[in-house]
């Protein structure tokens, strides 16, 4: 027993697969070979993005896919070669390159065991979490500005011309010089896989778009035979089983990768988990982020080992699978299985596919990453939000994709640090029946006579202490009459120890006594106790009152009277203790 619950720790994908239902069999396969029939040529075109040979797209399908099986929390999640990893991998390693090929395949696998150890270092520290890190506002942003770069990129394949500028912005300007340079039968061929594909799509959804374009454009170019005036294809693909092969670069260029593998392993993560909880919440299940990190680690160190590049999770092979009613795991082992074969068996009719049908199918796949008008309707819902999400999109358009995924992070890291710093916070008041609520448009909701409520929706550290007494300080200098105690609700703000949270509150009980305001902490009565007696602020009549909850503090402190004097004509002197002052209440 102790072995099964090992196991499901660290395989949770193979756990399922033991515990397979045979009325899933079926619909398992069925899904498998669709997802195969997707994923083959998405594959090879992606490797074209990447700068490597078709053939390492197809290895990069394979061991991901199977590792996935057996590491992944996801029933429905397809791993394998995507668009924004595949954008970020070529804009990383194609400058170190120096247009070496061999040094070219080398960094990217390079690049690619680095994401997955980075990976796998998050999920050993439970950084999960980071999920949550990238707001869908700048993830949106993100992968708009990459969907239009690799767009624009792609434009040299399908017209037949040849890029003279690196960047996108230089691209665009410089576009109407290349006007001239059009290669006209790749065009006719790019028209040709357009047509099938949007053919394919509005008559028979069900099919396999992509595949029937390529199929359709390498089986006319291979019967033109040799003459196929001037068409670049895929050419020659070695298949079999790849040869190890040992980095030969100087190792200071494993410097330049660290850090954009960080950047990658974040942001396919991110991507990844998206699309794996929307499936899961469509199907009635919960994944574990933690282990989705170990599994996505896994994948690419499994793609890189069989010289593969970087994978995240595919959402439109996600899709096709959950389409043809995929139950488990089992659709990935079927997937590749299948492309397995291909790579092994079939890859005499890929030499023949075009380089501009490949174009065609990159652009495709990259519409489906557009959301402009979901980027715009932000501005409805979130202002906030709206401007990370453009300001996300202009910083990779104009600066590029690494740099476009660094200002991301950022833009991530500061909404959070700005959240937390400067969190929302309210005053409470109580309805008729007694229950305590936020006071604002609900006219039922009173505040209580004689006691000022205040939640701080954040919890209390260093670097917004200060500002959680400023706001304190602030709110009853607004209060028209001087309440004679502040309840703090202390679930929500005091949830760890730190010696400048407890260095701030003795301050201001010194100057809530000063006014004659009696300080009162409601909720964490224990550990509050514990760390305001280590803190060495009293406790109790001649110090900080602690109650249970909000309820108890303000039945003790019997805070149910009429003001007697407004704030400019209060007396400074605090009563005696706060047992005379509930005498008098």
């Known amino acids: 027993m102790r072995d099964f619950f090992t196991l499901a720790r660290w395989m949770p994908g193979l756990v399922a697969l033991l515990e397979y239902q045979r009325a899933w069999l079926l619909p398992d396969l069925r899904a498998g070979l669709s997802v195969a029939a997707v994923a083959l040529p998405v594959a090879i075109a992606y490797a074209e993005l990447a700068g490597v040979g078709a053939v390492v797209g197809l290895y990069s399908?394979?061991?991901?896919?199977?590792?996935?099986?057996?590491?992944?929390?996801?029933?429905?999640?397809?791993?394998?070669?995507?668009?924004?990893?595949?954008?970020?991998?070529?804009?990383?390693?194609?400058?170190?390159?120096?247009?070496?090929?061999?040094?070219?395949?080398?960094?990217?696998?390079?690049?690619?065991?680095?994401?997955?150890?980075?990976?796998?270092?998050?999920?050993?520290?439970?950084?999960?979490?980071?999920?949550?890190?990238?707001?869908?506002?700048?993830?949106?942003?993100?992968?708009?500005?990459?969907?239009?770069?690799?767009?624009?990129?792609?434009?040299?394949?399908?017209?037949?011309?040849?890029?003279?500028?690196?960047?996108?912005?230089?691209?665009?300007?410089?576009?109407?010089?290349?006007?001239?340079?059009?290669?006209?039968?790749?065009?006719?061929?790019?028209?040709?896989?357009?047509?099938?594909?949007?053919?394919?799509?509005?008559?028979?959804?069900?099919?396999?778009?992509?595949m029937l374009a390529l199929a359709v454009t390498a089986a006319l170019l291979w019967g033109l035979g040799p003459e196929r005036a001037g068409i670049m294809v895929v050419g020659t693909i070695s298949g079999g089983i790849p040869s190890l092969q040992i980095p030969e670069f100087p190792p200071g260029l494993m410097r330049e990768l660290v850090l954009p593998a960080l950047n990658l392993a974040m942001v396919s993560f991110v991507s990844m988990m998206l699309t794996a909880r929307s499936f899961a919440a469509k199907n009635g299940y919960e994944i574990d982020a933690d282990k989705e990190f170990r599994a996505l680690g896994m994948a690419n160190l499994a793609s890189a080992v069989s010289q593969g590049f970087a994978i995240s999770g595919a959402d439109s092979r996600t899709a096709v699978n959950d389409a043809n009613g995929g139950k488990s795991q089992l659709v990935s082992v079927v997937a590749a299985t299948v492309i397995a074969l291909v790579t092994f068996l079939l890859t005499?009719?890929?030499?023949?596919?075009?380089?501009?049908?490949?174009?065609?199918?990159?652009?495709?796949?990259?519409?489906?990453?557009?959301?402009?008008?979901?980027?715009?309707?932000?501005?409805?819902?979130?202002?906030?939000?709206?401007?990370?999400?453009?300001?996300?999109?202009?910083?990779?358009?104009?600066?590029?994709?690494?740099?476009?995924?660094?200002?991301?992070?950022?833009?991530?890291?500061?909404?959070?640090?700005r959240n937390v710093m400067r969190p929302t916070d309210q005053l409470m008041g109580m309805n008729e029946e007694g229950i305590v609520h936020t006071l604002g448009h609900n006219e039922e909701v009173k505040a209580v006579t004689g006691v000022l409520i205040y939640r701080f929706n954040s919890p209390l550290t260093y670097f917004n202490a200060s500002y959680f007494k400023r706001r304190v300080l602030l709110l009853l200098n607004g209060e028209k009459y001087q309440p004679k105690c502040l309840i703090i609700d202390a679930v929500s703000c005091f949830t760890h120890q730190d010696i400048s949270v407890m260095s701030m509150v003795g301050e201001l009980h010194k100057e809530l006594k000063r006014r004659g305001i009696h300080m009162v902490m409601a909720g964490r009565r224990s550990q509050m106790t514990h760390w305001l007696h280590q803190a060495g602020i009293r406790v109790g009549e001649d110090g900080i009152l602690l109650y249970p909850d909000l309820y108890e503090a303000l039945r003790m402190t019997r805070c149910y009277r009429e003001p007697e004097e407004p704030v400019a004509e209060a007396s400074p002197a605090a009563p005696a203790s706060p047992r005379e002052w509930l005498a008098e209440s």
């Open 348 to 417: 005499a009719p890929l030499q023949y596919i075009p380089t501009a049908a490949l174009g065609i199918v990159l652009v495709m796949a990259s519409l489906s990453l557009i959301d402009l008008r979901g980027q715009w309707a932000l501005r409805h819902s979130d202002n906030a939000a709206f401007w990370l999400a453009w300001i996300t999109f202009v910083g990779v358009l104009f600066m590029g994709v690494i740099p476009g995924i660094t200002l991301a992070v950022l833009l991530g890291l500061f909404q959070f640090l």
């Open 61 to 210: 399908c394979i061991l991901p896919m199977l590792a996935y099986a057996l590491f992944g929390t996801s029933r429905q999640l397809i791993v394998g070669p995507d668009a924004a990893t595949c954008a970020v991998i070529a804009a990383v390693v194609t400058p170190l390159a120096a247009g070496d090929a061999t040094r070219h395949w080398q960094l990217v696998m390079t690049m690619t065991a680095m994401t997955g150890f980075w990976c796998l270092i998050a999920s050993r520290f439970k950084l999960g979490v980071l999920a949550d890190f990238l707001s869908r506002p700048i993830l949106l942003g993100l992968l708009n500005g990459v969907a239009i770069t690799i767009m624009v990129g792609q434009l040299s394949s399908i017209f037949g011309f040849t890029f003279d500028e690196s960047e996108l912005i230089e691209r665009i300007a410089a576009a109407p010089n290349y006007l001239s340079l059009i290669h006209w039968p790749t065009l006719g061929i790019s028209l040709l896989a357009l047509a099938v594909m949007l053919a394919c799509r509005r008559f028979r959804p069900q099919w396999p778009s992509s």
